[in-house]
């Protein structure tokens, strides 16, 4: 088994036809990884910004938008890591303007079939190691260069800041986890190519112009945001969840969104946080925790407190 970037890396491969599909699936798990499939090329898009995969493995040919465009998108969509290999197949001889076209867009590698797999793996091999050292060095930042929001090492920095001076001074302290619902996106075709990283881009913007000078906001992966709030009790904190929802209403007729987007959050709020029986960076957790209970369909209440969770 070649060496990877997690025990368990994870490949999504979009194919259309359904007998390869398998026979990529089959020579993946072979190797190790765990395998996400799709026939169509905007569900590709949802997959990969959805969960974070090792690979991307594009076969030409695929429904709804070509893996060329899918690549493309991928490239320029903040909420997917580029230091993800994505490769690119094709059944048919491929011409110098195809693959210029495919590396343009941010293709790793472009094969063509049969798939020399010896080969494929080496390299993937050698992809996943720059990636796992990549990852080993951004973990270690502050800031996440992309959206200029703190990374979730930056945001536990400060919260223990933060939280430190809450305790000093018995003051509330609030932590709320946000993600935009995913009902609101665009799903299909072009449509799906350009939606989702200017919908991301337009809340993360928004949330840096509306958030007090005391508050911190940091991109906790994919399309999650977290607000860092000192100050801020429970009922504060729904508050700040409902102004920026209406910010983000008003915007809506000026955005390049397909409908109003809905804000799901998720929040946990101390009065006192000398009085917490937890630190700064559990109070992070919690909120996500929180998040992770708002139903993501566009139904149920779009804010939860942790507090309000059933219990385990």
């Known amino acids: ?36 499939r799709t026939e169509s090329g905007a569900r590709a898009l949802n997959f990969a910004r959805r969960t974070e995969h090792d690979v991307v493995l594009l076969v030409e040919g695929l429904k709804d938008l070509d893996a060329t465009g899918v690549c493309r998108a991928l490239r320029d969509d903040p909420l997917f890591d580029s230091a993800t290999p994505i490769v690119l197949t094709s059944e048919s001889p491929i011409t110098h303007e195809m693959r210029t076209a495919a590396y343009s867009a941010g293709a790793w590698e472009y094969c063509s079939h049969p798939l020399d797999l010896e080969t494929l793996f080496l390299k993937l091999g050698t992809f996943l190691r720059a990636r796992r050292d990549l990852e080993l060095a951004q973990s270690k930042c502050l800031m996440d260069p992309a959206s200029g929001l703190y990374t979730s090492f930056g945001l536990h920095q400060v919260a223990e800041q933060l939280g ?33 990283a200017s919908e991301f881009a337009e809340v993360a913007n928004m949330f840096r112009a509306q ?37 983000l209403d008003a915007s809506a007729d000026h955005s390049s969104a397909s409908g109003r987007l809905r804000l799901r959050a998720g929040y946990c709020a101390v009065a006192d946080f000398s009085a917490a029986d ?33 219990s385990a």
């Open 1 to 36: 088994m070649m060496e990877t970037s997690s025990p368990q890396p994870m490949v999504l491969i979009a194919c259309i036809d359904r007998l390869m599909s398998r026979s990529l699936e089959t020579v993946f798990q072979q190797r190790g990884f765990t395998v996400e």
């Open 164 to 196: 430190a001076r809450a305790a000093r001074k018995h003051e509330a302290f609030a932590c709320v986890a946000f993600s935009p619902d995913e009902s609101g996106f665009r799903t299909t075709g072009e449509l799906a190519a350009r939606g989702t």
């Open 211 to 247: 958030a007090r000078k005391s508050d911190i906001v940091g991109h906790m992966g994919g399309s999650r945001l977290a607000i860092l709030a000192p100050d801020t009790d429970g009922a504060a904190a729904r508050r700040l969840v409902e102004r920026l929802q209406r910010e």
């Open 278 to 310: 937890f630190d700064p960076i559990e109070l992070v957790h919690r909120a996500e925790s929180a998040l992770n209970h708002v139903p993501t369909d566009g139904l149920g209440e779009p804010i939860l407190d942790y507090e309000d969770l059933p």
